[in-house]
């Protein structure tokens, strides 16, 4: 099976990209808002009226510059293949990112991924676009579960689980339904040593050298 070295977040800056394409990575993964009209790629998130962004441990001020999905497709576009995670619960998105798609590019190796399904679903109706169903939750995965063994549900390229969700026989369930199965966050050698083993074949990480790691392995 193929092994892919993903790193995550990293598409969230252009120097975030700058070091995956360095490190090797197969693919870069980045956060992406619909926010006041416009596609934004971030992880922090918004405060509703109040002037910052916020995550558990960081604050920005909301007037920092921020990257646009477009800039960031563009500054990608000798080679990067890109992971779309589409935040929020509104279908919206997925319209907003594939209209982009189609506009800046067109049959381009793209996947897309999200705990959202019905907005990854929309976009990967694009003929280049592969999906991938994350789960970061027991309930998220009972619902994943029953998504796959639905016929008449489409069948993903790929899966994104929790890496505290992966047991050997669900990884070779999973194995026969989709193409890869991802996980994260994989930041260390032990980590990575014991994802492998239950056969996960995508790894999420925020490291350099677990990426490094993994392109060594796959070669």
């Given amino acids: 099976m193929t092994l892919l070295a993903i790193a995550h977040r990293a598409g ?40 910052f962004l916020w995550d558990r441990w960081e604050l920005r001020s909301s007037s920092a510059p921020r990257l646009g999905l477009e800039e960031l497709l563009a500054a990608g576009a000798r080679g990067a293949t890109f992971m779309l995670d589409l935040k929020g619960r509104r279908v919206a998105t997925g319209r907003a ?5 189609r506009d800046c590019a067109p049959d381009r190796d793209v996947l897309v991924c999200g705990r959202y399904w019905p907005s990854v679903d929309h976009v990967a109706e694009l003929d280049f676009v592969r999906s991938v169903l994350s789960a970061r939750n027991r309930a998220e995965l009972t619902a994943l579960r029953r998504r796959l063994s639905s016929a008449s549900s ?22 026969d339904r989709v193409q890869v199965v991802m996980t994260w966050p994989v930041d260390d050698a032990t980590t990575l ?14 490291e350099a050298d677990v990426l490094r790691a993994v392109r060594a392995r796959a070669t």
């Fill in 193 to 206: 040593d014991r994802v492998l083993a239950l056969g996960a074949t995508g790894i999420i990480t925020n």
């Fill in 12 to 51: 969230n800056s252009l120097a975030g990209l700058h070091a995956a394409n360095l490190a090797g990575a197969d693919v870069v993964e980045c956060d992406v808002h619909a926010y006041r009209g416009r596609l934004e790629v971030r992880h922090l998130k918004t405060a509703g009226p109040l002037p």
């Fill in 154 to 175: 489409p069948r993903p390229h790929g899966v994104s689980l929790h890496a505290s969700l992966l047991r050997a026989p669900l990884t070779a369930w999973l194995h």
């Fill in 97 to 101: 990112v594939a209209q982009l798609l």
